[in-house]
């Protein structure tokens, strides 16, 4: 079961990015669709609290300059 939402999490990454990269405009979408995922993870116990955060920071900044 962590097998399967670990690689969940991973592929919605990849089309976080791909989203970004071809369709700026829907990049706050996009990151509240990816920030949902992670917190299911974290409270899945998937990933740690921290590493939860540090993520959504990170594509809080790419969906951020993505928009610009």
């Known amino acids: 079961q962590n097998k ?4 969940s999490l ?9 989203t970004i990269e071809a369709e700026p405009a829907n ?5 509240n669709e990816i920030a949902s995922r992670i917190d299911a993870a ?17 594509f809080a900044k790419a969906a951020a300059k993505a928009a610009k």
């Open 27 to 31: 990049a706050q979408a996009a990151y």
């Open 10 to 18: 991973k592929t919605a990454i990849k089309n976080f990015y791909a």
């Open 4 to 7: 399967m939402a670990k690689s």
């Open 42 to 58: 974290c409270s899945d116990g998937i990933l740690h609290k921290n590493t939860a955060a540090r993520r959504k920071s990170s």
